[in-house]
């Protein structure tokens, strides 16, 4: 029997701060508001030349160094995200570039909010099967880009950011107990993000775009999404835990979804524990969806909120309807990584970038002699026609 365990863990936020003062100078809105109805006082931005790609690569790589494990030697990417640059290549393909993580297979995973949890499971049962050795699950956001940011019901609640686990296989037990995955499309209009300009059918006119979307940025009905978080959370993380053979008495710690303190106050009314029991860095993040369960990990661990042989429980929520948790075994020590190994680990990622220029180079200079035209040449020779 094999166990899936958290070996290595790490976060990225962009270094731009945007305060609620100053989205207040950008949409009617106030410090006050936001911060009583969200618990949101500040949450990232990333820079033009971020991507979810970037910053997913820079958790990841934190996480990989935590676990002192050779990109060569990852065998699996999990990115959950909501914002890749495309749908495909994925923005899972791109970081397996970035790391030169040259064995392994690499694929995006689309469940929102939710979608770290959902890639938890999906990489610790591909461990417990013995399908692959290791694996690293990302969730990574840029959810910046996706905003209308004149809509101040959504724009002042999302941030940008990343944060990854590394999960190896043992024998020891412990690590990844138990799972649940839930879903419900019949509210996937609550919250939505249309994937690209959405006109299905442009020869049928305007009145024919799905459910009246005219752009991809998201859209929201929050009461009712928080009607729905407030219902599941309470839910998922008791058949979670009843799974793994544990109470709520065990869990030393619940790591949600940052969404809103409001939320995860009444969750803990539900479950009748204090909602110090929960971790909550949305303070300072906002809500950074995928990537918002990875990061307050990290956060936790760096405050010393998790000790050896703690449970700790994982819930999300979010678009489609989705919602999921998992229980954790907090049990293996990561060996210290000593600075000069650091070091020479980012080192290797410059090594990884030059290996990927060259091979595309050898790509173009064989398309050459083979005398194919680029898809640069062949897209210049469609327009001169
Ligand atoms: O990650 C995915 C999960 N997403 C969530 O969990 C979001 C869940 N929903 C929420 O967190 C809350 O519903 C919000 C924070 C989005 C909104 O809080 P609310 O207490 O549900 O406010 P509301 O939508 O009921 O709006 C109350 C009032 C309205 O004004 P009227 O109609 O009462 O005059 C809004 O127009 O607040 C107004 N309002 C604002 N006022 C100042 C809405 N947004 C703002 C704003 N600043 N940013």
């Known amino acids: 029997m094999k166990y899936a365990h958290i070996v290595g863990w790490g976060s990225f936020r962009p270094d731009k701060i945007l305060t609620n003062n100053d989205l207040s100078r950008m949409v009617d809105t106030s410090d006050e508001w936001i911060y009583t109805r969200t618990g949101i006082r500040e949450r990232r931005i990333a820079s ?26 990852v065998e699996l990417i999990i990115v959950a995200t909501s914002t890749p640059e495309y749908i495909f290549p994925s923005t899972a393909c791109r970081v397996q570039d970035y790391l030169g993580a040259t064995r392994a297979g690499a694929f995006d995973l689309s469940a929102a909010c939710s979608g770290f949890v959902y890639g938890l499971s999906m990489a610790s049962q591909a461990i417990q099967t013995e399908s692959v050795r ?25 941030g940008d950011g990343a944060g990854a686990v590394v999960l190896k296989g043992s024998s020891i037990p412990g690590g990844v107990m138990a799972n649940t995955l839930r879903s419900d499309g019949s509210g996937g209009n609550l919250l ?30 929050g009461r009712q999404v928080f009607r729905f978080a407030t219902q599941v959370i309470a839910s998922s993380i008791e058949e979670t835990i009843a ?56 956060d936790a661990v760096h405050d010393g909120r998790l000790r050896p042989d703690d449970n700790v429980v994982f819930v999300g929520f979010g678009g489609g309807l989705t919602w999921a948790s998992s229980v954790v075994k907090w049990n293996v020590t ?13 080192a290797r990622y410059i090594a990884a970038r030059g290996r990927s220029k060259l091979k595309k180079w050898r790509r173009k200079l064989i398309d050459r002699v083979a005398g194919s035209p680029t898809p640069h040449a062949r897209m210049r020779d469609a327009d001169r026609k």
């Not at 019901?153 to 999302?158: Q, W």
């Not at 979804?257 to 993040?285: G, S």
């Not at 990561?334 to 980012?346: F, H, I, N, T, Y």
């Open 48 to 73: 033009e030349k971020e991507t979810t790609a970037t910053l997913a690569f820079e958790a990841a790589a934190r996480a990989l160094e935590r676990a002192d494990l050779h990109p060569s030697q």
């Open 134 to 158: 290791n694996a690293v699950v990302i969730g990574a956001e840029t959810m910046s880009r996706v905003l209308d940011w004149q809509d101040r019901g959504t724009c002042i609640l999302f």
């Open 243 to 298: 799974k793994a053979d544990l109470t709520i008495d065990d869990i030393a710690l619940i790591v949600p979804h940052q969404a809103n303190t409001r939320i995860i106050e009444t969750a803990a009314k539900r479950l009748k524990i204090p909602a110090e029991r929960f971790y909550m860095n949305v303070h300072a993040v906002g809500n950074t969806s995928a990537a918002s369960i990875p990061i307050a990990l990290c």
């Open 334 to 346: 990561p060996p210290e990584v000593s600075l000069p190994r650091r070091e020479w680990r980012r």
């Open 192 to 221: 939505s993000l249309p994937a690209v300009y959405h006109n299905p059918m442009p020869m049928l006119g305007p009145e024919y775009l799905h459910n009246g979307h005219k752009k991809n940025t998201v859209e929201m009905n």
